[in-house]
């Protein structure tokens, strides 16, 4: 027995979700990817068990100026749940007509007090931990706005339990928050103490979802399909040219939101692709329960999320010794999606590319990811 996570029960577990799984567009009965996708996404909308309904929020602007070469929108917007919505739309000062869109997808990193401002700049003052964030995993790059700059409209928000979205230590009971409470809340002391609260409520956030009839996947994948919606409404994006990408809990947003919505032309997952298996036997101390849907990997492998996009064009990004996954599981999904994508048809438009380092999304990352966006988005 190969040690894992679970020990004598793992090849067990390991072995209960058929390869490939049932709606595994891998499976011979499927043969016309139009009609498998439209079978598999439903399944997979069916599985996320979000809150239901939904209409293009209604944005409240806030403030719009220049900055560094881009125009720069801060708007709010009010969802059926929870508090005020705060989102960022940037791009190239002084553009015209409709311009392609992106969903900028900010990442976890264990930092549930910070959402939008990872992986932005809009000021020359930035909070010295969003400084130390940039430099760590983007190179010291605010990618969203390199990514307007080169002729996008992105739209970058929080999303649920970040940011202007998180659970505010005063609405929870004293000893869930062990009696924590907010005096000085932009001070990096009191946001180490309040992420420290985020990862230990972590867990009753999911079993409370649960008992609501939801999942997590299911209320951020609402959370930015409705970003989405607003996006494809604006006038000065076309509404046939979407995108979104994100590293980390952006990428596992990014496979998410791909799957679930079909307006996403084009998807960039960075530092967030391998399979369910790896999650079972190997990784999943190391990652949130934001990542799991019950039942779905009996019918869909996690690279397969992705490929609902399939024909429409993915690129996944990974890093050989990110310590988040396994590299033969990392190099098991690329085959998968390498297959799925033979078989639409439509082999060149999925790639996948392994840099070496740990667990990032850095210049040179970002370089083929802009160039991807570039390739499908703007011809």
């Known amino acids: 027995m190969t040690p894992n996570m679970i020990g004598a029960y793992g090849e067990w577990a390991a072995h209960l979700a058929p390869d490939p799984p049932r709606l595994s567009?891998?499976?011979?009965?499927?043969?016309?990817?139009?009609?498998?996708?439209?079978?598999?996404?439903?399944?997979?909308?069916?599985?996320?068990?979000?809150?239901?309904?939904?209409?293009?929020?209604?944005?409240?602007?806030?403030?719009?100026?220049?900055?560094?070469?881009?125009?720069?929108e801060h708007l709010t917007w009010q969802l059926?749940?929870?508090?005020?919505?705060?989102?960022?739309?940037?791009?190239?000062?002084?553009?015209?007509?409709?311009?392609?869109?992106?969903?900028?997808?900010?990442d976890h990193g264990g930092n549930k007090y910070f959402g939008?401002?990872?992986?932005?700049?809009?000021?020359?003052?930035?909070?010295p931990l969003m400084v130390q964030h940039q430099e760590h995993y983007y190179g010291g790059a605010a990618w969203a706005n390199e990514l307007a700059r080169r002729g996008y409209v992105v739209l970058v928000h929080d999303t649920f339990t970040f940011g202007s979205r998180r659970v505010r230590l005063a609405d929870v009971p004293a000893i869930i928050r062990d009696?924590?409470?907010?005096?000085?809340?932009?001070?990096?002391?009191?946001?180490?103490?309040?992420?420290h609260f985020a990862a230990n409520h972590e867990h009753i956030m999911a079993k409370s979802l649960?008992?609501?009839?939801?999942?997590?996947?299911?209320v951020f994948v609402y959370d930015d399909r409705r970003a989405l919606d607003y996006l494809a409404s604006r006038p000065d994006v076309d509404p046939t040219r979407l995108?979104?990408?994100?590293?980390?809990?952006?990428?596992?947003?990014?496979?998410m939101l791909t799957g679930a919505d079909e307006r996403i032309r084009c998807a960039c997952c960075v530092g967030m692709m391998t399979t369910w298996r790896d999650y079972l036997l190997n990784k999943c101390y190391t990652h949130t329960w934001m990542c799991y849907v019950p039942g779905l990997p009996r019918d869909l492998d996690y690279p397969e999320v992705l490929g609902l996009a399939a024909p429409n064009p993915v690129l996944?990004?990974?890093?050989?010794?990110?310590?988040?996954?396994?590299?033969?599981e990392m190099e098991r999904a690329d085959r998968i999606l390498t297959q799925v994508y033979k078989k639409a048809g439509a082999p060149e438009r999925y790639r996948t590319s392994f840099y070496d380092g740990p667990h990032k999304f850095d210049r040179e990352m970002q370089k083929e990811a802009f160039a991807w966006f570039d390739r499908w988005l703007k011809s």
């Not at 401002?117 to 003052?125: A, N, P, Y």
């Not at 995108?243 to 496979?255: A, D, E, I, Y």
């Not at 990110?322 to 033969?328: A, G, H, V």
Request: with cysteine.
């Open 316 to 328: 996944a990004l990974s890093n050989r010794q990110d310590q988040l996954f396994t590299m033969p």
């Open 210 to 218: 649960f008992c609501a009839g939801m999942t997590w996947p299911g």
């Open 179 to 195: 009696n924590l409470v907010e005096t000085d809340p932009e001070s990096a002391q009191e946001i180490e103490r309040y992420n």
């Open 116 to 127: 939008l401002r990872k992986i932005t700049r809009i000021s020359k003052d930035m909070h």
């Open 243 to 255: 995108g979104c990408g994100g590293l980390s809990g952006g990428g596992l947003r990014t496979v």
């Open 25 to 72: 567009f891998r499976q011979p009965m499927y043969q016309n990817v139009d009609a498998w996708r439209a079978v598999a996404r439903a399944r997979f909308r069916e599985l996320l068990l979000g809150p239901g309904g939904g209409a293009t929020p209604v944005p409240s602007l806030q403030h719009h100026w220049e900055f560094d070469g881009l125009s720069i």
């Open 80 to 106: 059926p749940y929870g508090p005020p919505t705060e989102a960022l739309v940037l791009k190239p000062a002084g553009a015209t007509g409709k311009l392609p869109g992106v969903v900028g997808l900010h």
